[in-house]
């Protein structure tokens, strides 16, 4: 019944819904784009075999390692990747060309999810990390597909939120055949939403099991030498209230390191012109990444307006901030950078991150800074100080290190739905 209330409320919303999808289709145009497939209409499906649902372009990221590897496991399989965003669709393509199908996820409603999961007739579907949906989910086990929740993280922020609606949230969570979750602390989480402890199993996560591509650090190698060897920080997916203090620090960076260059990369590319714009207003001088151009001595800032290379920027810099977490919006992967040997820096909210933050904070690789000052202060002691820098940062590459596994602990599980069918 109270799933049946939802549905009825979602069809009430529709207007809304299309009206906000106009809004984002103005600001950033891709959203006006494949919107039949919002309706379960067309779209690249590849039937009877597996598919993978990973909302945008980080959970896109993160499926890369497992979905390459169930492809090699089951070549005999097509794949199908799903994504809710245009920046999660535009990196799909990207990681995997057309050796995946890849359409959108249709709304919630039951007979949209109804009509694309006959059409798509899968033998499992794995969810990246909490991207759930009650009818997505009922559907699911009405067809007999066996849902599972991979690299599954919950946040306490999160529960609460699932909490307030516990009488629509408990069934989903109980229907879920398999929770690989991250850590101990987040399953008992899900055990209080109403996930059967028999169903899930502490995994850990998969962004630890990460591996730099040696081409792509290649290159930013060669960037980096061309920079004539200028100190380099990195802010890293940020978001709107936080590069104005990122812009603040870098000023406050050069009146000690002159030399400085700030790559700075917005999460959003919607963003990508309204934070040019700022740089311009803050007196740097500045050049977009994506006018194929590099930085020369006299440019202070660059803006990585481009999709799909921020390890390569991260295999530029010297010290990387993790946006996201100067406003509270709970931050992002902070082992991105710490898997190449950078010290992290953070603000306050990280609450999406909060077990591999608490992590790398106690292992010495991650700083926590509150404002503008005390981010151009912290990164200034590591720019002046590489012995410091590199303690910091190699201690970010154990963590790292000592955490993979969960890769192949995920695909082990996977397979005991893929192989029984």
Same mark, same amino acid.
């Given at each position: 019944?109270?799933? !049946?209330?939802?549905?009825? %409320?979602?069809?009430?919303? =529709? #207007?809304?819904? &299309?009206?906000? *999808?106009?809004? @984002?289709?103005?600001r950033?145009?891709?959203?006006?784009?494949?919107?039949?497939?919002?309706?379960?209409?067309?779209?690249?499906?590849?039937?009877?075999?597996?598919?993978?649902?990973?909302?945008?372009?980080?959970?896109?990221?993160?499926?890369?390692?497992?979905?390459?590897?169930?492809?090699?496991?089951?070549p005999?399989?097509?794949?199908?990747?799903?994504?809710?965003?245009?920046?999660?669709?535009?990196?799909i393509?990207? !990681?995997?060309?057309?050796? %995946?199908?890849?359409?959108? =996820? #249709?709304?919630? &409603?039951?007979? *949209?999810?109804? @009509?694309?999961?006959?059409?798509?007739?899968?033998?499992?579907?794995?969810?990246?990390?909490?991207?759930?949906?009650?009818?997505?989910?009922?559907?699911?086990?009405?067809?007999?597909?066996?849902?599972?929740?991979?690299?599954?993280?919950?946040?306490?922020?999160?529960?609460?939120?699932?909490?307030?609606?516990?009488?629509?949230?408990?069934?989903?969570?109980?229907?879920?055949?398999?929770?690989?979750?991250?850590?101990?602390?987040?399953?008992?989480?899900?055990?209080?939403?109403?996930?059967?402890?028999?169903?899930?199993?502490?995994?850990?996560?998969?962004?630890?099991?990460?591996?730099?591509?040696?081409?792509?650090?290649?290159?930013?190698?060669?960037?980096?030498?061309?920079?004539?060897?200028?100190?380099?920080?990195i802010?890293?997916?940020?978001?709107?209230?936080?590069?104005?203090?990122?812009?603040?620090?870098?000023?406050?960076?050069?009146?000690?390191h002159?030399?400085?260059?700030?790559i700075?990369?917005?999460?959003?590319?919607e963003?990508?012109?309204?934070?040019a714009?700022?740089?311009?207003?803050?007196?740097?001088?500045?050049?977009?990444?994506?006018?194929?151009?590099?930085?020369?001595?006299?440019?202070?800032?660059?803006?990585?307006?481009?999709?799909?290379?921020?390890?390569?920027?991260?295999?530029?810099?010297?010290?990387?901030?993790?946006?996201?977490?100067?406003?509270?919006?709970?931050?992002?992967?902070?082992?991105?950078?710490?898997?190449?040997?950078?010290?992290?820096?953070?603000?306050?909210?990280?609450?999406?991150?909060?077990?591999?933050?608490?992590?790398?904070?106690?292992?010495?690789?991650?700083?926590?800074?509150?404002?503008?000052?005390?981010?151009?202060?912290?990164?200034?002691?590591?720019?002046?100080?590489?012995?410091?820098?590199?303690?910091?940062?190699?201690?970010g590459?154990?963590v790292?290190?000592?955490?993979?596994?969960?890769?192949?602990?995920?695909?082990?599980?996977?397979?005991?739905?893929?192989?029984?069918?």
């Amino acid at each position: 019944m109270v799933r !049946l209330i939802y549905s009825l %409320v979602f069809t009430l919303l =529709l #207007p809304v819904i &299309l009206g906000r *999808l106009l809004y @984002r289709a103005w600001r950033a145009p891709a959203y006006a784009r494949r919107w039949h497939e919002r309706f379960a209409l067309k779209g690249d499906i590849r039937p009877g075999g597996i598919w993978v649902h990973a909302v945008s372009v980080g959970e896109s990221i993160a499926s890369a390692p497992m979905v390459k590897e169930l492809m090699q496991r089951y070549p005999e399989l097509p794949m199908t990747v799903t994504c809710m965003t245009p920046t999660g669709s535009a990196q799909i393509r990207k !990681l995997f060309g057309d050796t %995946v199908g890849h359409t959108y =996820l #249709p709304y919630d &409603l039951p007979w *949209l999810q109804r @009509r694309f999961i006959r059409r798509l007739a899968p033998r499992v579907c794995i969810i990246m990390e909490t991207e759930l949906w009650p009818n997505l989910v009922a559907g699911c086990r009405s067809a007999g597909v066996p849902v599972v929740l991979a690299n599954a993280r919950l946040s306490e922020r999160s529960a609460r939120g699932y909490q307030r609606v516990i009488a629509l949230a408990r069934p989903m969570f109980a229907s879920l055949d398999w929770v690989a979750v991250q850590s101990q602390v987040e399953a008992r989480r899900f055990a209080a939403l109403g996930v059967p402890e028999q169903a899930m199993s502490v995994t850990g996560s998969i962004k630890f099991d990460l591996e730099p591509d040696p081409g792509k650090q290649a290159q930013a190698a060669q960037w980096r030498a061309d920079w004539s060897g200028r100190p380099v920080w990195i802010a890293a997916s940020t978001h709107a209230g936080e590069d104005e203090q990122i812009l603040a620090a870098h000023q406050s960076i050069l009146r000690q390191h002159p030399q400085a260059l700030l790559i700075l990369v917005p999460r959003h590319p919607e963003r990508f012109d309204s934070v040019a714009r700022l740089i311009g207003d803050s007196g740097l001088q500045a050049v977009r990444r994506s006018a194929g151009s590099m930085p020369s001595l006299q440019d202070q800032v660059f803006l990585g307006d481009t999709m799909g290379e921020l390890m390569q920027f991260f295999g530029c810099a010297d010290v990387a901030f993790v946006g996201g977490s100067l406003v509270p919006n709970g931050g992002h992967n902070y082992l991105e950078p710490a898997a190449l040997g950078l010290p992290v820096l953070s603000g306050p909210h990280r609450f999406n991150f909060a077990e591999v933050s608490d992590l790398l904070e106690k292992a010495g690789a991650l700083a926590i800074v509150q404002n503008a000052e005390q981010l151009a202060e912290r990164v200034c002691c590591y720019l002046a100080d590489p012995a410091e820098r590199n303690k910091a940062g190699g201690a970010g590459q154990n963590v790292v290190l000592e955490n993979q596994g969960a890769l192949a602990r995920l695909l082990d599980g996977i397979a005991g739905f893929i192989e029984k069918r």
